[in-house]
């Protein structure tokens, strides 16, 4: 079955300083990883995604995402937060092959706070 | 976001009530997805249609009913609502429906209360 988990409710870093956000995740064959950002009343935007080739991903607004294989993770990093960062990441992951549903299955969600 | 629209972006009704959800992509995409959010818990997709035709139905109660018209348009109707049906329902689209890799992009949501 697959499965993706966030380990951390919330994340809190200074402004200026970098961020990771965690994710780790459970698939048979090879995962297609996907990091989304939603901001308070509004719906999830897309930030990058991770489907094959360069482990590391550059998505929107100065994220990137590292595809680690051995880990079965895929951490979303910032070099340096920002105030306006502050929001709810969803990490999601789907499986490949006929095994799979297809089904993107969501994590629960991390709260990043950036103070001042 | 004007992506993909979704109206009402707030509804209140009672449990007796009969309400629809509205969704509209302007991407030209071909798959549309209804998601529940509720608070504390992971999304939970609802439904998924691909070319008007529903491929996914995950074990929604029958007090939620989906259409889908054409590629562009998708409801959610809703009928004998509980007060645990609250929560953001979001509409989504991609190109393809899965298991495609395409991308989903969603709509603000609709912040619905059964009172």
């Known amino acids: 079955a697959q499965s993706v988990a966030q380990p951390e409710d919330q994340v809190n870093v200074a402004e200026g300083n970098p961020l990771t956000v965690k994710c780790t995740y459970s698939v048979s064959g090879n995962p297609y990883l996907f990091w989304y950002v939603q901001y308070p009343n509004r719906g999830l935007q897309f930030l990058l995604k991770y489907i094959t080739g360069d482990n590391l991903v550059k998505g929107s607004y100065g994220f990137e995402a590292e595809f680690n294989k051995s880990q079965t993770s895929f951490h979303l990093k910032k070099p340096s937060a920002l105030v306006s960062d502050s929001a709810l990441y969803f990490c999601a992951v789907r499986g490949e092959g006929s095994s799979n549903t297809g089904k993107l299955i969501f994590g629960q969600g991390t709260t990043l706070q950036v103070k001042p | 976001e004007t992506g993909v629209t979704q109206t009402p972006r707030h509804l209140v009704m009672g449990m007796t009530n009969k309400k629809s959800l509205k969704c509209e992509q302007h991407l030209g995409h071909n798959a549309m997805y209804w998601y529940k959010q509720s608070a504390k818990k992971p999304l939970e997709l609802m439904f998924v249609?691909?070319?008007?035709?529903?491929?996914e139905n995950n074990s929604v109660p029958s007090r939620f009913s989906p259409e889908c018209p054409n590629s562009s348009h998708l409801f959610l109707h809703l009928h004998t609502l509980q007060p645990e049906d609250s929560a953001l329902y979001l509409c989504a689209s991609s190109q393809e429906a899965p298991p495609s890799t395409d991308t989903q992009y969603f709509g603000p949501g609709t912040r619905l209360t059964v009172l």
């Open positions: 249609y691909s070319l008007e035709e529903r491929v």
